[in-house]
């Protein structure tokens, strides 16, 4: 069974900071494109930042310069660091991978996954 389980939520004053992690686990062969999405109360969720095999980095327009997503592939975890927090940034944080593993019977497939999500709050 292959799982994300993500950690560093909490509150924080605006301007402060916070670092996510997620980290994978289960019969995962590789792993491609790690995701943050968020989701504040009362809106859809968003996509914030992602990250490919090769390090390549994307993010949306409201957290340029602010926030820095990376990963540790020896890990198969993937970071948030979250600079500079504002209150419009509280919201559901949640995690997305897409994998290759390995099923019992020696199958590689691939899988999206998503995490139980972990809560920012920031108080202005």
């Known amino acids: 069974q292959v799982q994300l389980v993500e950690s560093g939520g909490g509150l924080v004053q605006a301007g402060g900071s916070l670092r996510l992690s997620c980290a994978a686990s289960?019969?995962?062969?590789?792993?491609?494109?790690m995701d943050w999405y968020r989701q504040a109360p009362g809106k859809q969720r968003e996509l914030v930042a992602t990250?490919?095999?090769?390090?390549?980095?994307n993010y949306a327009d409201s957290v340029k310069g602010r926030f820095t997503i990376s990963r540790d592939n020896a890990k198969n975890t993937v970071y948030l660091q979250m600079n500079s927090l504002k209150s419009e940034d509280t919201a559901g944080y949640y995690c997305?991978?897409?994998?290759?593993?390995?099923?019992?019977?020696?199958?590689?497939?691939?899988?999206?996954?998503w995490g139980q999500g972990t809560l920012v709050t920031v108080s202005s």
């Open positions: 289960g019969n995962i062969a590789s792993i491609n494109t």
């Open positions: 997305n991978a897409n994998l290759l593993v390995v099923t019992t019977t020696g199958v590689y497939r691939y899988l999206e996954v």
């Open positions: 990250i490919t095999s090769r390090g390549s980095t």
